[in-house]
């Protein structure tokens, strides 16, 4: 299977603690996407890189969220001393950059619970 | 700030019935791109398809359609002869343009389609 990744699939944590994601995007795909889905909503953008260079953070994402791209390849999210409205889904997507613009393909998603 | 609405909450058809999933948006760019992804219950995005916005030709493709209307800011997406493995919830999504390059979708709230048989 050559999709997007993800990495774990579900997630359950006590308040306070930190969690880490990972996301193994589409292999020849140099873009790659955060975006956060909370219950009856659509995907919010998170941040997203080109290649290894993080270039837009949404203010979604707080003091509390880092990602990382160290080779360009899979991406790390982590959520320092999580919150119970941290609780959604997180999904990560990867794209070719370019024109024509290229769609987006999404992984099957980290659902993280915060108790 | 770019915006998507999706005003159909949830929709229910029978089996074989045409359904018509509206999509309306904002954006003041002059070139963006327009997308419709599925959601199944098992969560996964799927791209279903593309539109730019210097593109205003409607096409067909099996039983997806739809009407891009740069007028109205409408991105409207049909499915005919609708079958069960349709239900799913459906999201329009918006996408800047920058340096021809896009990034971020924006996405409307999804509208939750039920084929019932």
């Not at chain 2, 199944?40 to 539109?51: M, Q, T, Y």
């Amino acid at each position: 299977d050559t999709g997007v990744s993800q990495d774990p699939r579900h997630k359950i944590t006590k308040r306070g603690q930190n969690v880490t994601f990972r996301c193994d995007p589409i292999s020849e795909h140099n873009r790659l996407y955060w975006y956060r889905q909370t219950l009856g909503q659509g995907p919010e953008f998170l941040t997203y890189f080109q290649n290894e260079a993080q270039l837009e953070k949404s203010r979604l994402l707080s003091d509390r969220f880092s990602a990382e791209r160290p080779k360009g390849s899979f991406s790390t999210l982590e959520i320092q001393r999580t919150e119970q409205g941290d609780s959604a889904m997180y999904l990560c997507a990867s794209s070719l950059a370019g024109a024509p613009i290229y769609e987006q393909y999404f992984g099957p998603g980290t659902r993280l619970t915060v108790t | 700030a770019q915006k998507v609405t999706q005003a159909q909450t949830e929709i229910s058809v029978v089996e074989k019935e045409d359904v018509t999933l509206d999509c309306v948006y904002e954006t003041r760019d002059t070139t963006y791109y327009l997308f419709w992804y599925k959601q199944p219950p098992s969560g996964e995005l799927v791209f279903l398809i593309r539109r730019n916005s210097f593109d205003e030709q409607n096409e067909i493709s099996g039983r997806y359609s739809w009407n891009f209307q740069k007028s109205t800011s409408s991105f409207n997406f049909t499915i005919t002869a609708s079958q069960v493995v349709d239900s799913a919830v459906y999201f329009c999504a918006l996408s800047e343009a920058v340096g021809g390059s896009n990034y971020k979708l924006t996405f409307g709230k999804g509208t939750l389609l039920t084929v019932n048989p």
